[in-house]
């Protein structure tokens, strides 16, 4: 195995020669050489060219008897991030020329290619030098290149490139890809949900940044601060769920489960390269028809973070509530978490394993619960008002905490549920108990914690 070196030195102030051995690939049939800042030429460089013209001299060679096209591109038009998605999709060099600005084809029967050219341009871009094997769509085995880059109107930095970044033309394009972004048939279009699910990963969003706005307007009204901080733990928990479910419902946050053969242990992540077949001029020859339609299972990584953000601030202010001592906070927050990150574990192990990380998940749901119990006596203590609020809040963790468990069977444990159904089952009991906890919170808690200015009971 080859290791890459990448060698930059400039031989004379308006040179800068980049020597590479064994670069990486950069896709499936790619390998990016080099990048080059070339500042604004005017028409007076261009009448002497090999003299005050930028210029890019060319020399790679490859290994064995592979040939190599070289393409030069620069910043305009999107143009690296399509090679990256046509290289990853293993698109033919067809597709990659459209939008090239030259295309050097290699030397009949040779595994070298050479060039040399100069560049113009009324702004400054970025310009990149490619190695593509368009034969055998494999990558460059790239044994050496040479590239010299001759800047007789710059240092050869990159700053003039980076200080105007946001130009008119990529805000333009920025707003262009946005607004296609906001189309019905983008937005409502998840791997391993129907339309049915994404509404309803909205509307729990929806519910949840109105809650959200509400508690913010009553908390700004409010003088007494114990009673304000508890509506500041109600509004905390109400967009922590908005904005979860806003990344769920985009499409973020998820990683995509593709069954593979029979029986229910049979799931792997799906390789976006088998499932895309490309279009009609650029066909992917590694789409396979059978493995894109197989059933698709959607794993929410999000979800996991709303419950771990969730349970420590229900559970911080719950001992608030209680007047609950530091070694017993510590000790349920401890489980809590461990609690979650049992289930992240369940759910993304494909293999029989995720059930372990159940059984775990369910000991310290038990050991949770068990905490939980033991602030009763502390509530008591207060007020009747206090055992009410907390026996609501306990109720909500305790019962949503149980029914998630419960859920996992059938829907991330088998996946005999559908992808909507995960959805829809698990937003429910999200949307309750967080509900449940944030309304107890903000309307129902007398405070007797040392952080909140007490209140009677």
Request: hydrophobic fraction near 45%; glycine fraction near 6%.
């Given at each position: 195995m080859h290791?890459?070196?990448?060698k930059r030195s400039n031989p004379t102030p308006q040179t800068t020669l980049l020597e590479l051995r064994w670069p990486l690939c950069a896709g499936k049939h790619t390998s990016i050489l080099g990048s080059f800042c070339v500042p604004p030429t005017t028409p007076e460089m261009e009448k002497k060219p090999k003299t005050m013209l930028p210029r890019l001299s060319i020399d790679v060679a490859a290994a064995g008897e592979q040939e190599l096209t070289i393409f030069l591109l620069n910043d305009e038009d999107d143009s690296m991030t399509r090679l990256k998605r046509d290289s990853f999709e293993n698109k033919s060099c067809s597709s990659i020329a459209e939008y090239a600005e030259v295309v050097v084809p290699p030397t009949p029967g040779s595994n070298k290619v050479s060039t040399s050219?100069?560049?113009?341009?009324?702004?400054?871009?970025?310009?990149?030098?490619?190695?593509?094997?368009?034969k055998t769509r494999v990558c460059p085995n790239v044994t050496s290149a040479n590239i010299t880059f001759f800047h007789p109107n710059s240092d050869g930095s990159r700053e003039v490139c980076t200080s105007d970044a946001i130009s008119l033309e990529v805000m333009r394009a920025a707003m262009v890809e946005g607004w296609q972004a906001l189309s019905i048939r983008n937005v409502l279009n998840i791997s391993g949900v129907t339309p049915l699910g994404v509404v309803v990963l909205y509307l729990i969003f929806s519910l949840a940044t109105i809650a959200s706005i509400l508690l913010a307007v009553k908390s700004k009204g409010e003088a007494d601060l114990s009673k304000r901080e508890l509506l500041h733990a109600a509004f905390y928990l109400s967009t922590i769920l908005a904005i979860c479910y806003l990344t769920m419902a985009t499409g973020n946050g998820l990683a995509v489960l593709r069954k593979v053969g029979s029986g229910s242990s049979k799931w792997a992540y799906s390789n976006a390269v088998m499932a895309t077949p490309g279009d009609h001029k650029h066909p992917n020859p590694f789409y396979d028809e059978a493995y894109a339609r197989a059933r698709t299972y959607p794993f929410f990584y999000a979800r996991q973070v709303e419950w771990l953000l969730t349970s420590w601030i229900s559970l911080h202010f719950l001992s608030d509530v209680v007047g609950a001592p530091p070694a017993s906070r510590q000790a349920v927050l401890f489980c809590a978490t461990l609690r979650v990150l049992c289930d992240f574990a369940a759910t993304s192990v494909t293999g029989g394993a995720r059930w372990v990380f159940w059984v775990l998940e369910c000991l310290f749901l038990l050991a949770c619960i068990l905490e939980l119990n033991a602030f009763k006596h502390l509530a008591m203590r207060r007020s009747k008002h206090v055992t009410s609020s907390y026996q609501r809040i306990r109720h909500a963790l305790c019962g949503g905490w149980a029914t998630q468990a419960v859920l996992w069977i059938p829907c991330a444990g088998t996946k005999g549920f559908s992808g909507d159904a995960d959805v829809v089952l698990y937003g429910l009991v999200d949307a309750a108990s967080v509900g449940i906890v944030a309304v107890t919170l903000a309307f129902g808690a007398h405070v007797h914690g040392v952080s909140l200015r007490s209140s009677s009971g």
């Amino acid at each position: 195995m080859h290791m890459p070196s990448y060698k930059r030195s400039n031989p004379t102030p308006q040179t800068t020669l980049l020597e590479l051995r064994w670069p990486l690939c950069a896709g499936k049939h790619t390998s990016i050489l080099g990048s080059f800042c070339v500042p604004p030429t005017t028409p007076e460089m261009e009448k002497k060219p090999k003299t005050m013209l930028p210029r890019l001299s060319i020399d790679v060679a490859a290994a064995g008897e592979q040939e190599l096209t070289i393409f030069l591109l620069n910043d305009e038009d999107d143009s690296m991030t399509r090679l990256k998605r046509d290289s990853f999709e293993n698109k033919s060099c067809s597709s990659i020329a459209e939008y090239a600005e030259v295309v050097v084809p290699p030397t009949p029967g040779s595994n070298k290619v050479s060039t040399s050219r100069s560049l113009t341009g009324s702004q400054a871009h970025m310009w990149f030098v490619v190695a593509v094997d368009c034969k055998t769509r494999v990558c460059p085995n790239v044994t050496s290149a040479n590239i010299t880059f001759f800047h007789p109107n710059s240092d050869g930095s990159r700053e003039v490139c980076t200080s105007d970044a946001i130009s008119l033309e990529v805000m333009r394009a920025a707003m262009v890809e946005g607004w296609q972004a906001l189309s019905i048939r983008n937005v409502l279009n998840i791997s391993g949900v129907t339309p049915l699910g994404v509404v309803v990963l909205y509307l729990i969003f929806s519910l949840a940044t109105i809650a959200s706005i509400l508690l913010a307007v009553k908390s700004k009204g409010e003088a007494d601060l114990s009673k304000r901080e508890l509506l500041h733990a109600a509004f905390y928990l109400s967009t922590i769920l908005a904005i979860c479910y806003l990344t769920m419902a985009t499409g973020n946050g998820l990683a995509v489960l593709r069954k593979v053969g029979s029986g229910s242990s049979k799931w792997a992540y799906s390789n976006a390269v088998m499932a895309t077949p490309g279009d009609h001029k650029h066909p992917n020859p590694f789409y396979d028809e059978a493995y894109a339609r197989a059933r698709t299972y959607p794993f929410f990584y999000a979800r996991q973070v709303e419950w771990l953000l969730t349970s420590w601030i229900s559970l911080h202010f719950l001992s608030d509530v209680v007047g609950a001592p530091p070694a017993s906070r510590q000790a349920v927050l401890f489980c809590a978490t461990l609690r979650v990150l049992c289930d992240f574990a369940a759910t993304s192990v494909t293999g029989g394993a995720r059930w372990v990380f159940w059984v775990l998940e369910c000991l310290f749901l038990l050991a949770c619960i068990l905490e939980l119990n033991a602030f009763k006596h502390l509530a008591m203590r207060r007020s009747k008002h206090v055992t009410s609020s907390y026996q609501r809040i306990r109720h909500a963790l305790c019962g949503g905490w149980a029914t998630q468990a419960v859920l996992w069977i059938p829907c991330a444990g088998t996946k005999g549920f559908s992808g909507d159904a995960d959805v829809v089952l698990y937003g429910l009991v999200d949307a309750a108990s967080v509900g449940i906890v944030a309304v107890t919170l903000a309307f129902g808690a007398h405070v007797h914690g040392v952080s909140l200015r007490s209140s009677s009971g």
